[in-house]
Structure formats: C-alpha cells, structure tokens
C-alpha cells in the first residue's frame, strides 16, 4: 500500500521560508517520477515542481530561483525548500507519485498523493 504523508507546512510572514517534506512508505521515490502540487482557494490544482528517476529536477516558473525540490533516497522522502514566500503562495501543497520514471506535469498523469499540508503566506 502506497502511503505519501506531507508535513512542515504552516503560516509565514512574506519574505519567510518553509520546508516541507513527503515521507513515501510502499513506493520508491528514486525510480520513479515525485513532485509538489498546490491548490490555492478558489484555483485549480497546478504543478509546482517534480524530479524524475534520473534526478532531473523542474520548476514551475512562478517559483523559479524561490523553491527547490530534493529527496533523500536512503530515507525515501522528498522535499520542497520554500524560500522568499509571498501571498500568492498560500495553497495546500500535495506531494505527488508517478509510477513512471519519466515525469509529467499534469496531475491526472500521477498516480498517488498525500493528504496535503496548508501553507499560508501573510503580507
């Protein structure tokens, strides 16, 4: 069973940082596609960033030189290292599975999400 647990979120002032982590128990991060989704209120879910089985990292040009995506392999967990955070950050952020090596940036395209965890930015 494929478990995806997000944690680290919470609210910041602008100009603050966050790290969050995505704990993966029954599937191997480093052989397949994982990535960081957000949902703001009122939007549609949106890519935020994803790493594929070679290590290749993508960011979303709205968080490009702000957040960076990691994971440790031995611990099985991905991160999203949040830095220069405005208003227009505040979303639910869901960490996201792809049982493919190659990744995609469209969520129908991953197979498995976490619950989600709210980050709210405060001006």
């Known amino acids: 069973q494929v478990q995806l647990v997000e944690s680290g979120g919470g609210s910041v002032n602008a100009g603050g940082s966050l790290r969050l982590s995505c704990a993966a128990s029954?599937?191997?991060?480093?052989?397949?596609?994982v990535g960081w989704f957000r949902q703001g209120p009122g939007k549609e879910r949106e890519w935020v960033a994803s790493?594929?089985?070679?290590?290749?990292?993508r960011t979303a040009n709205s968080v490009e030189g702000r957040f960076t995506i990691s994971q440790d392999n031995a611990e099985n967990t991905l991160f999203l290292e949040m830095n220069s955070l405005k208003p227009e950050d505040t979303a639910i952020y869901y960490c996201?599975?792809?049982?493919?090596?190659?990744?995609?940036?469209?969520?129908?395209?991953?197979?498995?999400w976490g619950q989600g965890t709210q980050v709210t930015v405060s001006s």
């Open positions: 029954g599937f191997t991060l480093s052989t397949n596609c």
């Open positions: 790493i594929n089985a070679l290590g290749v990292t």
């Open positions: 996201a599975a792809r049982f493919n090596r190659w990744c995609e940036i469209h969520a129908t395209l991953f197979d498995y």
